[in-house]
């Protein structure tokens, strides 16, 4: 709800990639967005490949590796320590402080397309395999 003494504000956040050193304008799409806990990341998957992690104000913070593949879902758990990514690669855990991959999981035999965390350890993915996996 907006009150009348301040107007809204809007961010524009562009996906970009590196190439040569230089910072390149993504072509491809942004699928899905999943803020932080206490809102102050907000975490994106794309297109390109790629999950990347953003600040409020609009820095890019960290880039998560790379799928080998769209990045279709990610969410982060409840500590907000660990990302869990969708992609055309199956299912991925990201260690949000590393930018590193923990575990990839391969129990799909075709493209993860959501994924939702239970707890801190435990999730859920689907997949075009008409499949629901819960992993603890």
Same mark, same amino acid.
């Given at each position: 709800m907006n009150d009348n003494s301040s107007s809204p504000t809007q961010l524009v956040i562009r996906h970009f990639i590196q190439k040569g050193g230089t910072e390149v304008p993504s072509n491809k799409n942004v699928t899905s967005l999943d803020w932080y806990?206490? +809102?102050t990341l907000l975490a994106t998957g794309s297109y390109d490949d790629y999950a990347r992690i953003w600040t409020t104000d609009g820095r890019l913070a960290s880039t998560l590796g790379q799928h080998k +593949?769209?990045?279709v879902a990610l969410k982060w758990n409840k500590n907000g320590n660990y990302i869990l990514s969708a992609g055309f690669d199956k299912t991925t855990i990201w260690d949000a402080s590393t930018s590193q991959c923990t575990q990839? /999981?391969? /129990?799909?035999?075709a493209p993860a397309l959501d994924v939702d965390w239970q707890s801190n350890v435990s999730f859920a993915s689907c997949s075009t395999d008409q499949c629901i996996h819960v992993w603890k």
């Open positions: 806990c206490d +809102g +593949g769209p990045t990839q /999981f391969a /129990f799909h035999s």
